[in-house]
T-cell receptor
Framework: ETGVTQTPRHLVMGMTNKKSLKCEQH?????MYWYKQSAKKPLELMFV???????ENNSVPSRFSPECPNSSHLFLHLHTLQPEDSALYLC????????????FGPGTRLTVT | KNQVEQSPQSLIILEGKNCTLQ??????????LRWYKQDTGRGPVSLTI?????NTKSNGRYTATLDADTKQSSLHITASQLSDSASYIC???????????FGSGTKLNVKP
């Protein structure tokens, strides 16, 4: 679990708040991912970054704004969220995109009130 | 439509028993299939990854099989332990694209 860290682990925010989720990987990987995991639903891929460049945006609403300043750090900026955005947000990294194994962080449990 | 379906949705077994989880997919063109274990409140951890040419892959007490013709995979857990209680997720990726399709998972509960 120390390979990919996420902060905070839990977050409660109102619909008018602005907050950010942080992910850091210590594995020397080049690709990083954001996933959303809602109760009883499959993991949903949100964004993919490879060498700091966004390569995938899976039709994610603009109230979610990712930022990848370098290959080790990934942020997810949140603003004007809806209650249905409450979920576990998982970050992952891999050596590259495609068939490389992904290593997941512990996730941030987000509750939007 | 690319889909991954897992069964059963949930399963309860006694410690020491074996069990088999199923994953059927319609993803094409197929690249690889992975099984992940996700403990409650934690991120998924990879158990196995199989490409088109691999039929079986083991990781300790976990054995995954793949039939690329029928597009089915199974995860067999031998001599279950309490620590096997978790959700098991099947993920299929598309060849040449950075696309992954996730199953909804099977929630396994191993009881003493």
């Amino acid at each position: 679990e120390t390979g990919v860290t996420q902060t905070p682990r839990h977050l409660v925010m109102g619909m008018t708040n602005k907050k950010s989720l942080k992910c850091e990987q210590h594995l020397g990987h080049n690709a990083m991912y954001w996933y959303k995991q809602s109760a009883k639903k499959p993991l949903e891929l949100m964004f993919v970054y490879n060498f700091k460049e966004q390569t995938e945006n899976n039709s994610v609403p603009s109230r979610f704004s990712p930022e990848c300043p370098n290959s080790s750090h990934l942020f997810l900026h949140l603003h004007t969220l809806q209650p249905e955005d409450s979920a576990l947000y998982l970050c992952a990294s891999s050596q590259g995109t495609g068939s490389y194994e992904q290593y997941f962080g512990p996730g941030t449990r987000l509750t939007v009130t | 439509k690319n889909q991954v379906e897992q069964s059963p949705q949930s399963l309860i077994i006694l410690e020491g028993k074996n069990c088999t989880l199923q994953c059927n997919y319609t993803v094409s063109p197929f690249s690889n299939l992975r099984w992940y274990k996700q403990d409650t409140g934690r991120g998924p951890v990879s158990l196995t990854i199989m490409t088109f040419s691999e039929n079986t892959k083991s990781n300790g007490r976990y054995t995954a099989t793949l039939d690329a013709d029928t597009k089915q995979s199974s995860l067999h857990i031998t001599a279950s332990q309490l620590s096997d209680s978790a959700s098991y997720i099947c993920v299929v990726s598309v060849e040449n694209f950075n696309k992954f399709y996730f199953g909804s998972g099977t929630k396994l509960n191993v009881k003493p």
